[in-house]
């Protein structure tokens, strides 16, 4: 049995002479949420709009529990799609009350309205502001607003929810709270969602699935682990959290791991993590700032790479302690993260050390 409620084919928008989707493809099955990830312009906003009806594409499918939505024949009206939508300005009506809000859509399908006012009720309850019900969207802060917006979205039981942006006009400490806020309504009702954010932090926390997108195309989908552990592409590791990425040519192979060599003619293992590559081919290594240590190696069963450093930049930053060291002969950095206390000054060096598991090749 098929359980995909969306389903997108050869999906391609152009604008003009400019190609802002080009012929991707997905499945996304009922209940999970998929976050669009990528660069302004990468073509995530563009494919959001397609899914809701608010861009015609150029060419390609849409299909909603086997229903066709966009093809080149026919494309169904947003109101017919029965999905709910957050929009980043969080497009809430200053007039009406919070209770108004939600309810709108409802009367619009000519709801009854003791109908109406369990629903409303429901879903105020769900978002926490059943109490604020009266109040109207300029009496509430951006966090609450937010909430109203959602669910009204919600109220109306849509097959998919579209969120576009919906945290980047709140500041930092509440976009954390809301994440997880949307995180949990999504899975507590099951609903299918697809998000569209530039941010990774927000990426990582709410997805069952990340998209990567870069000029119109999809780069690589996966769970945010996978991504992030295992990225295909040196942007991808870039754009998903901070990597450290170094130029190499393969050398040579031991056991479990290539050799391979920088630019300064430094050799790294690095774990062959199901790669096949060849001797001479050329690669990126990346290594995650976290993954490596200034503490003795404790690990007798793991022969690690070790380099002699030098200090250049020191960052404290409550939590974390970044490191920006200094490789002899190399002109990138390393950068290094480490819980506090801080251990090394700017102008010392030392000696860090990395798994050969958690160096990753890949290409450009």
């Known amino acids: 049995m098929n359980t995909d409620r969306l389903?997108?084919?050869?999906?391609?928008?152009?604008?003009?002479?400019?190609?802002?989707?080009n012929q991707i493809n997905m499945s996304i099955p009922q209940g999970k949420l998929y976050s669009f990830l990528g660069p302004s312009?990468?073509?995530?906003?563009?494919?959001?709009?397609?899914?809701?009806?608010?861009e015609?594409?150029?060419?390609?499918?849409?299909?909603?529990?086997?229903?066709?939505?966009?093809?080149?024949?026919?494309?169904v009206l947003p109101e017919k799609r029965n999905m709910g939508m957050v929009f980043q300005s969080y497009a809430v009506w200053p007039?009406?009350?919070?209770?108004?809000?939600?309810?709108?859509?409802?009367?619009?399908?000519?709801?009854?309205?003791?109908?109406?006012?369990?629903?409303?009720?429901e879903m105020l309850e769900l978002v926490g502001l059943y109490h604020l019900r009266e109040r109207f969207p300029t009496q509430l802060s951006g966090g609450q607003q937010q909430r109203v917006a959602l669910a009204r979205a919600l109220a109306n039981e849509p097959s998919i929810l579209l969120l576009?942006?919906?945290l980047s006009n709140l500041?930092?400490?509440?976009?954390?709270?809301?994440?997880?806020?949307?995180?949990?309504?999504?899975?507590?009702?099951?609903?299918?969602?697809?998000?569209?954010?530039?941010?990774?932090?927000e990426a990582?926390?709410?997805?069952?699935?990340?998209?990567?997108?870069?000029?119109?195309?999809i780069l690589q989908a996966g769970s945010p682990e996978e991504v992030y552990s295992h990225p295909n592409s040196s942007f991808v590791a870039g754009f998903i959290g901070l990597a450290n990425s170094f130029p190499a040519r393969v050398v040579g192979a031991e056991g479990d791991a290539y050799v391979v060599e920088l630019e300064n003619g430094l050799q790294i293992r690095a774990a062959k993590h199901g790669k096949q590559w060849k001797t001479g081919e050329e690669?990126?290594?990346?290594?995650?700032p976290e993954n490596i240590s200034f503490d003795d190696w404790r690990n007798p069963g793991v022969v690690p790479n070790e380099l002699k450093v030098k200090v250049e930049r020191v960052s404290f930053t409550g939590s974390i302690v970044d490191y920006f060291l200094r490789i002899p002969r190399l002109s990138e950095s390393l950068r290094c993260q480490t819980t506090p206390p801080t251990r090394f000054a700017e102008g010392q060096e030392a000696t860090c050390y990395f798994a050969p598991e958690v160096c990753i090749l890949t290409k450009e």
Request: glycine fraction near 6%.
């Open 7 to 21: 389903v997108i084919r050869d999906l391609t928008k152009t604008f003009g002479t400019v190609t802002a989707v």
């Open 41 to 54: 312009g990468c073509g995530k906003t563009t494919t959001l709009r397609m899914i809701a009806g608010l």
């Open 56 to 75: 015609t594409p150029s060419s390609g499918q849409i299909i909603v529990d086997g229903r066709v939505l966009s093809d080149s024949k026919e494309v």
């Open 95 to 121: 007039h009406m009350s919070v209770w108004d809000n939600v309810a709108y859509g409802l009367k619009l399908k000519k709801m009854e309205r003791s109908r109406i006012e369990k629903k409303v009720a």
């Open 164 to 166: 576009d942006e919906p």
């Open 171 to 201: 500041d930092a400490k509440l976009r954390e709270t809301m994440r997880f806020e949307i995180r949990s309504l999504q899975q507590r009702l099951g609903i299918t969602a697809v998000y569209v954010t530039h941010s990774q932090d």
């Open 204 to 217: 990582l926390a709410v997805s069952d699935v990340i998209v990567i997108m870069r000029d119109g195309v």
């Open 283 to 288: 690669v990126v290594l990346v290594i995650r």
